[in-house]
């Protein structure tokens, strides 16, 4: 099952970078025999200031076609680490081919986009940076994999 990360901005070079590579190359590394993966990062700008229904528009643009359609939203469902592993691994086994992650810009995800939505995940009620978020989900999606290959870095 291929992953997308549908965001808003470009994340430059630096730690966030970083650490986005490392855990998204470590996802698709242990991902692969399971059937998860490759991961790519589609970034998606508003150059011309429309905020947030504008970025709703080019983040439904970058969507791959018929892609699960999951937003991080404060609003969304809390989980833990292993149910969020085997989310992953429903959605894998139901057949879907894609999984798009959505993370929107700094006002949020446009509303109709929230509705869309299959699934709405969040990472708690505090609203995060949304370039940390970016790193925050690599790294759960690494863990989601671990945790389906017995691997020992999530220790429950």
């Known amino acids: 099952m291929r992953v997308s990360l549908c965001v808003v901005g470009r994340l430059r070079a630096g730690p966030e970078r970083e650490l986005l590579d490392d855990y998204l190359t470590r996802f698709d590394r242990t991902g692969r025999a399971l059937g998860l993966g490759p991961a790519r990062v589609i970034e998606v700008e508003d150059k011309k200031g429309g905020g947030m229904a504008a970025e709703g528009k080019l983040l439904r643009a970058a969507l791959p076609k018929g892609a699960l359609l999951v937003t991080l939203d404060e609003r969304g469902k809390l989980l833990t680490s292993p149910e ?12 879907r081919q894609d999984v798009a992650f959505v993370i929107g810009g700094a006002d949020g995800i446009a509303p109709d986009l929230r509705t869309d939505a299959d699934f709405s995940l969040s990472f708690g009620k505090m609203v995060w940076p949304h370039m940390l978020v970016r790193v925050m989900l690599a790294e759960q999606l690494y863990r989601a994999a671990s945790i389906q290959a017995n691997s020992p870095y999530h220790r429950a």
């Open 84 to 95: 969020f592993s085997r989310k992953l691994g429903d959605w894998r086994d139901g057949g």
